[in-house]
């Protein structure tokens, strides 16, 4: 995939929204500040692995996807540059 989504991104749109969780209640349920999950959701955090396997915990995605998904994006602007 030449320009792969940012993971945060993915979480936000088919996690948090489609849960129709407001970022307050989604962070409190993973355990994490608001301004943690708001930066990954934003796109201004990657996706540590904490985090993947908090969100696999509370919400099911599979947290290797999610790392993968980060993998690749990183991948994609280290070729970008």
Do not use: C, W
Request: proline share 6%.
């Amino acid at each position: 995939m030449k320009n792969p989504p940012h993971p945060g991104r993915v979480v936000r749109d088919d996690i948090i929204e489609a849960l129709e969780l407001d970022v307050t209640r989604a962070a409190l349920l993973l355990g994490v500040a608001r301004s943690t999950l708001s930066k990954l959701l934003n796109q201004r955090a990657s996706l540590s692995p904490e985090m993947a396997l908090r969100i696999e915990k509370a919400f099911g995605p599979n947290a290797d996807h999610l790392m993968r998904m980060q993998l690749s994006f990183d991948m994609a602007r280290a070729r970008s540059r």
